[in-house]
């Protein structure tokens, strides 16, 4: 049973900011974690936010989808800053490619050859001539992550060899991970593999800096687990038995929502489930993994599509569309009283956005994890409706829109006349800003936790929305620019914020584990 504790920190009054790292300004095709993340914290700081939430920092491929990744574990090595490789002595000046001058979007493609050629020339400096202190950090970081470290480098040394086919068409040896291939593999590939482990060892030394930087400045990091993981990732390929797949390694059941009033063949999103009878027998293991990598790098964690925790849709995976499908039972408190025992109370906010049942809320609530309400989806409707502010608790999050929705002031401009009228009513006013009335009425309100992002911060339309859900391109590209955030926003914020009794003394630094104590296993 799960313990009737939870992270004092999901207790306190806090505002911040959801803002992905890729979506910072500076030179090169991307946002990174050198100078402008520490500048966007110093902002945060100013302005009195004490939380930053970012998107999922796995590796990514040319989309630049952060809820498609090569590894649940890995970091993505695009947002690894240059000018902090030379900083550190891990390059010289001479070995930066040119960089051009920021872009008003993410180029994923030009950031995935730019990480390449960075790690690559990296590693090559350290491969002819490391110092034994250097040497020695890398090799602890290499066995302090080897539990995911040492296969994630094999598969992506792997998928180059094979020009980028996914794992279950390599040669079947290798498919069904047969001891003696794999050991020619490592040997084979051995310097390919580990410049794969430098570059992730780069990673994370860079963001352990930028958690570093913030936790002295009290700002605290929000990560974000989506549940499923990508089919052609290490995850899977290392770890078959935990997943609903066949002896060809393909899946038999794939991930996704029913049919319903958005679309009348639901969603089929193709990721394979999970056998959670197995990693029950193996007392979660990866999953206590998972999070336990998760936390050495967030203070709070979002989990998306937490529902699939207590229930969750199965397609078979011959079906083109959701619409055939069977609801099973997910591992409910099970999975995350070991968690605690493992791990201790951590700070969890559960995504429980959409068509969700009393089941799903029971769960919620019995593990004491706020859940999360969206402004945009409050107007139009009755007085009882749940996103409407005075229905709220304290124990929930609220966003006037997620990376998911509109910017606000799109949204905005695409209401219905009724639905404005609501909105107008609820706010006894015609707003001089649509973005900001959501933003002081989060902030306003009594939800323990207010995030804005920063695209209604700058009260921005459409043309800076994040994603378009079932939009296949186009999606994640928005970046900050130079000079967009200003004294006027920082002092605005810092003003709303203290006006709205958001600055409470935190009673534990952040990344200092508030409200945890460590369980050994009974």
């Not at 040497?135 to 080897?146: G, K, L, M």
């Not at 969890?348 to 609530?365: F, K, N, P, Q, W």
Request: one cysteine or more.
């Amino acid at each position: 049973m799960i313990e009737r504790t939870r992270s004092r920190l999901l207790d306190r009054r806090m505002s911040g900011v959801l803002f992905h790292p890729t979506s910072l300004p500076g030179d090169g095709p991307i946002g990174t974690l050198g100078a402008s993340a520490t500048a966007f914290i110093d902002f945060l700081s100013a302005s009195k936010q004490q939380m930053w939430q970012m998107l999922p920092i796995v590796p990514t491929g040319p989309g630049g989808t952060p809820y498609v990744g090569s590894s649940a574990f890995a970091g993505n090595t695009y947002l690894v800053d240059p000018a902090a490789l030379v900083a550190a002595g891990y390059l010289e000046p001479s070995d930066l490619p040119p960089l051009a001058a920021g872009t008003a979007e993410a180029d994923f493609i030009q950031a995935a050859r730019l990480s390449e050629t960075l790690v690559q020339r990296a590693y090559c400096r350290y491969a002819d001539g490391a110092s034994e202190p250097l040497r020695q950090e890398f090799a602890e970081f290499c066995d302090d992550n080897a539990f995911w470290l040492r296969d994630y480098a094999l598969f992506m040394a792997l998928q180059r060899k094979f020009s980028g086919k996914p794992w279950y068409e390599w040669p079947e040896p290798l498919v069904t991970r047969q001891t003696d291939a794999l050991r020619r593999a490592r040997r084979d590939l051995k310097e390919r593999i580990e410049s794969f482990c430098f570059g992730q060892y780069l990673f994370f030394t860079q963001f352990k800096e930028v958690k570093r930087y913030a936790a002295e400045r009290s700002v605290f990091l929000v990560g974000d687990v989506p549940i499923y993981v990508s089919l052609d990732s290490a995850d899977v390929w290392a770890n078959q038995a935990i997943f609903e797949l066949d002896a060809k390694g393909r899946p038999t059941m794939v991930a996704g929502v029913p049919p319903d009033y958005f679309s009348a063949t639901g969603q089929r999103w193709g990721n394979p489930l999970y056998r959670w009878d197995v990693l029950k027998e193996r007392d979660y293991g990866w999953w206590v993994k998972r999070f336990e990598q998760t936390f050495a790098l967030f203070d709070i964690v979002r989990i998306d599509h937490f529902r699939g925790f207590e229930s969750y849709w199965a397609i078979p995976a011959d079906q083109p569309s959701a619409v055939v499908g069977r609801w099973m039972k997910g591992p409910g408190t099970d999975l995350f009283a070991v968690v605690q025992r493992e791990l201790g109370c951590k700070a969890i906010i559960a995504e429980d956005l959409g068509i969700i049942t009393d089941a799903v809320h029971r769960l919620r609530d019995e593990l004491g994890f706020p859940g999360m309400k969206i402004l945009q989806f409050a107007f139009g409707g009755g007085a009882d409706h749940p996103y409407l502010p005075a229905n709220y608790t304290e124990n929930c999050v609220v966003y006037p829109g997620t990376h998911d929705n509109n910017t606000s002031a799109g949204w905005y401009q695409e209401l219905d006349q009724p639905t404005r009228d609501h909105l107008h009513e609820h706010l006894g006013e015609t707003p001089a800003s649509s973005a900001w009335s959501l933003i002081e009425l989060a902030w306003r309100s009594q939800a323990n936790y207010a995030i804005a992002a920063m695209q209604d911060l700058l009260e921005l339309g459409s043309e800076a929305r994040m994603n378009t859900p079932a939009q296949a391109f186009g999606n994640w590209r928005w970046r900050l620019t130079d000079g967009q955030i200003t004294g006027e926003l920082t002092r605005r914020l810092a003003t709303l914020t203290q006006e709205s009794d958001r600055l409470s003394s935190p009673e534990a630094a952040p990344g200092g584990g508030v409200a945890e104590r460590r369980r050994g296993r009974s």
